[in-house]
C-alpha cells in the first residue's frame, strides 16, 4: 500500500467516524447547536465589508443559515456555492432569492444570480483537528475552489462544524489547505 493509499485509508475511515458521531446526534442538539454558532458569529476575524460564502446545509451538517443572517445585517454581501467545473463558482444571495438545487445534495441562487468573488469561505466539513487540518467529503470541491481563489487574492478559510466531529489528527497531503480557524457551538479557535 502506497503512502498516499494509506492516508486517503485513514482520512477515509476519520470521516467515516466523525460523521457517524454528528449523525448520532439528536435533532434538537443540532438545531440549538446551530443557533449557539451564530451566537459567536461576532469573534470572527471578517474584514468590514468582505463578501462571504456560506453553504446551504445538508443532511445532518450545522445550519449556518442564522449565522449567515447575522453577517448579512451587519453589511457583508453573501454568496453560496454552486458546483461546476473547473472548480465551484459562488451565486449572490439575496433575501427572498429562488433557490435551485446546486449539487451535492445543497441548494443556491440560479444562473440568474450575480457571480461573486469570495474573501471568506466558511466551510462545512466532516473532521478537523486542532492544528486546523480539515477532512472533506472526499470529492476536493473546496480544495480546487480555494487553489481557484488564491490566484486572484487571499481567501480566508473558516470550518463550521459540531463540536463532535473533532478527531485527533487529520494527515494532511500537500495539496490540503489548513483552515484559518474553526467555529462550533463552543466558538471560534484560531490556527493563525
Known amino acids: ?100 438545487p446546486a449539487g451535492f445534495g445543497t441548494m443556491a441562487p440560479g444562473s440568474e444570480a450575480e457571480e461573486l468573488r469570495p474573501d471568506v469561505l466558511l466551510m462545512p466539513l466532516a473532521g478537523f483537528d486542532k492544528h486546523g487540518n480539515r477532512i472533506g467529503y472526499g470529492k476536493g470541491h473546496y480544495d480546487t475552489a480555494i487553489a481557484a481563489l488564491e490566484k486572484t487574492g487571499p481567501v480566508v478559510c473558516i470550518g463550521l462544524a459540531f463540536g463532535v466531529q473533532e478527531v485527533d489528527l487529520v494527515p494532511a497531503e500537500g495539496h ?13 479557535r484560531s490556527f493563525r
Open 1 to 100: 500500500m502506497t503512502t498516499q493509499t494509506s492516508l486517503a485509508h485513514e482520512k477515509d475511515q476519520l470521516r467515516k467516524e466523525a460523521l457517524a458521531r454528528r449523525k448520532a446526534m439528536p435533532e434538537v442538539d443540532r438545531i440549538e447547536k446551530s443557533l449557539a454558532l451564530a451566537e459567536h458569529g461576532s469573534g470572527l476575524p471578517i474584514p468590514p465589508g468582505a463578501v462571504v460564502a456560506g453553504f446551504w446545509p445538508i443532511r445532518d451538517e450545522i445550519d449556518p443559515r442564522p449565522l449567515m443572517d447575522q453577517l448579512r445585517q451587519a453589511g457583508h454581501p453573501l454568496c453560496l456555492p454552486v458546483v461546476a467545473e473547473p472548480h465551484l463558482k459562488f451565486r449572490r444571495l439575496e433575501r427572498g432569492a429562488e433557490m435551485e
Open 176 to 188: 490540503d489547505k489548513a483552515l484559518a480557524g474553526i467555529l462550533t457551538e463552543d466558538g471560534y
